[in-house]
Structures are given as structure tokens and as C-alpha cells.
């Protein structure tokens, strides 16, 4: 399942989660992490360590049976540190410790994030999708299509012949105004439903947020309010617009501020001057930041959302984005 930031993939794992309890299917969960992306078989252990752990010693002879007994270590259930070695004998075992997992009955693994894969359990899901079909068992994957430097571990398991990828699109305004309604607790007016999708795009993540602070605001879903709706972005929306594009690197950063003072005409051009940015520099920056789902694609630049300018212009110091505004205005002068 691909789909940009927000958009509700951990909520629709969450939904898949509950479902399998309902039927008696046995879930294994795990989350891909920046932090843990360079930790072998960060993914798998999260998957299966706990879960084979708090077995029985009996029941975890039979799941560790065969091959699967050289993984004990990976899954720290022997006193030897996990060795180097063998990658492939390493996947072929955990692959027959999930085979083991599975005649207990039916098993639903879910991982979400998957775009902060480590290699080692990218290699082993490609050695799985080719051979889950014998098995009892569901992998549901959620990942963001385009994160900087992780999309060909993610493409090569949605190539896989068995995998079925799914897209989540941003909400239409039939189902913001539900949403507004639901959460609101009376009808909303048309022209403040077409405000909150303008403003977050559609986003369920940001509308949320959006909503949290109308209703803190005291503020009723009616068409003179739709005016104050671009200013209802959040902290929470803003933190989580900053620490991705904090992941992009200083040039990304500047361009993107760059961007926030010039407004919505902004053109490449004159934002890599502002942010003294040459050529080549800014044209990487606004590649990372169109992955990074910060940017749109094409010209003039514009922002995914505009909760995204806002939250980045907000961080720009008042000192500094006063200057950058004098050195926008001699730009466009001279220009």
C-alpha cells in the first residue's frame, strides 16, 4: 500500500489488525525506522523475536525445527551474538520459521513504514513473495511512494509476482464535509468544507489536526469562518511538516524557505538566488523536496499544502525573514 504522508496507512493497518483478531488470525506487527534502517533484519526481528520468545520451550522447538534453528541467535535465544555469514541461509531459515509459524494456523504479518526497510529484510521479503502463496499467510506493507533514498527496496517488493499494490489518494469534499460533520457535531456549510480541502489538500492527517484546533477555537463549520481556515494549522502538523523536510539536507531546507518568502509565484530561478543556491545545488534541493512531499512538481514552485509554507515560514527567525523579503524584493527588482 503506497501513499504520501498522512494519508492513512498506519490507520488502515490498524483497521486490518483488528479485523484478523476478530477472525482468530495471529498477527505480527513491526515499523521501519530511520534510526533502526542500518540494524540487520531490524524488521524481521520486530516481526518474529518477541512473539517466539514468550513461547513455551516446547512450542518453540517445533517453530525453530529444521532450518529454522540457525536463526535462534538473530532472534536472541542463544548466548552467541548473531553471526555474519551466510545472508541467503539466514532468509531460507526465517523464511521456514514463518513456514514452522503458520501451521499453528493462519498468520496476518503487517509492516508499516516500509520505506525505512533495512536490506536484509528487503532480501528476505523478495525471497518470500515468490513463495507466500504456499502459505497461510498475508503480508500487508504500508510504505510513502517516493521517500529520499529508500524507493528501490520499496519498488522491488512491489514488483513482486504475488504483491497487489494499492494507492491511497487524499479525501474528496464529500468526504471532508463527513468528516467536519462527525467530529464537529453539526452540517457544515459548502464554502468551509471547500476551504479545509483547499488548506490540507485533502489530507486526512492535517483535516484532523485542522479539526482538533477548530474545535478548541470554538469555531463553527459556517461560510464567514472559512476566511480564518489556512491559519488553523496546528503544532503537531507543523512538527511533522519540519522533521521530514529536516531529513533532506541543508540545500533542501534553504530552497524550501527560499520558497515559503517568495510565496506562490515562486520560480526555481529565483528561489535558488535567494537561497544562494548554484544550478546544479538547487535543482538536487527541489528534487528532494518533491520526493520529500514538501514541493509540488513543476513550476512555480508550489507546496503540497499550504499548512506546508506556513509551517516553514513560521520557522524562519522574524530578523531573517525580513532580510529575505528586502533580498526577494531586489531580486524580483533586477529581474
Known sequence: MLAGAGLGKSTLLERAAE?????????LTARGGELEREMPFGIVRQLF??????????EQSLVLAGAASHIRSL???????????????????LYRLLANLS??????????????????TARWLGYLGSRVAELPVLVLAAARPAEPGRQEAVDLIADLPD???GFLEPLRASAVAELLDSQLGRRSEEEFVIACLNATGGN???????????????LDPIEANARLVPELGTKEVARSILVRLGRLGGGAKRLADAAAVLGGDATLRHAAELARLDRNNALDAWDALTRGEILNAGQPLEFIHPIARTAIYREIAPGERSRAHRHAAGILSRD
Open 19 to 27: 479485523l484478523a483478531h476478530d477472525t482468530g488470525v495471529t498477527t
Open 49 to 58: 523475536e518477541t512473539a517466539v520468545r514468550r513461547m513455551a520451550e516446547s
Open 75 to 93: 532472534l536472541g535465544l542463544a548466548d552467541e551474538p548473531p553471526a555474519g555469514g551466510d545472508l541467503l541461509g539466514k532468509v531460507h531459515a
Open 103 to 120: 501451521d499453528r494456523g493462519p498468520l496476518l504479518l503487517l509492516v508499516d513504514d516500509l520505506h525505512w526497510i533495512d536490506p536484509q
Open 163 to 165: 504483491c497487489v499494490p
Open 204 to 218: 486526512p492527517f492535517f483535516l484532523r489536526e485542522m479539526v482538533r484546533a477548530a474545535a478548541s477555537d470554538g
